[in-house]
Nanobody, 115 residues
Framework: QVQLVESGGGLVQAGGSLRLSCTAS????????MLWGRQAPGQQRELVAH???????NYADSVKGRFTISRDNAKNTVYLQMNSLKPEDTGVYYC?????????WGRGTQVTVTV
């Protein structure tokens, strides 16, 4: 079965850094575009970044210059390095794999950025 498990969330002060990891199984990882999204309370899910199978990246304007998405195909893992964190970055962060007609999402990891 498809499984995506996020880790690395936590509580940090504004200006701090955090690295999220997502390990995938059952998806043929190396050939898939991987995504990170986030959702704040009462808000719709927002796409944060993606990385294609050959390493092309794209970022939401709100995180450009601060976040970096990367992947390690040998570990079936996608990362999101988050620097210069702001309180508005707070939310549940999810990873997903593009599986053709739909995205398979993990259960998420909480990121809280305090003032």
């Amino acid at each position: 079965q498809v499984q995506l498990v996020e880790s690395g969330g936590g509580l940090v002060q504004a200006g701090g850094s955090l690295r999220l990891s997502c390990t995938a199984s059952g998806i043929g990882f190396s050939g898939k575009t991987m995504l990170w999204g986030r959702q704040a309370p009462g808000q719709q899910r927002e796409l944060v970044a993606h990385i294609t199978s050959d390493g092309i990246t794209n970022y939401a304007d709100s995180v450009k210059g601060r976040f970096t998405i990367s992947r390690d195909n040998a570990k079936n893992t996608v990362y999101l390095q988050m620097n210069s964190l702001k309180p508005e970055d707070t939310g549940v962060y999810y990873c997903a794999a593009k599986l053709g007609g739909f995205n398979a999402w993990g259960r998420g990891t909480q990121v809280t950025v305090t003032v």
